[in-house]
């Protein structure tokens, strides 16, 4: 699997915190604990294909390559979501350098 660049991670973090501006209180409580599974799932459905296109997620075995997509749209969203719960603490850049890491090398 290749992963993104930072950049251009950096660029579809901004993208969502100019939304997340205009929208945060909606969407925060839509993403939240006790959200509309509607909406997580139609977020899902929009991050897929980016996903798979910035990170080059590809695998002979389908089901594979679907863990693996779900696996990242999983954990940047959660990510995200919590980043936006503590009101945004560190910049754009940091967060998508820390998504990024995640991805590529695991948390531990």
Known sequence: MR???????EETMDAF????????????VLL???GDPVFRAKMRKIAEPVVIK????????ETEAALKTEY?????LGTIVRWFEFDMPISTRKLAELIIGFTKHGIL
């Open 3 to 9: 992963h993104a660049t930072t950049d251009s991670a």
């Open 17 to 28: 915190a100019a939304v997340y501006t205009t929208y945060g209180s909606y969407i925060s």
């Open 32 to 34: 939240g604990e006790h």
């Open 54 to 61: 910035r990170f080059n997620i590809s695998s002979e075995n």
């Open 72 to 76: 990242v749209i999983s954990a940047a």
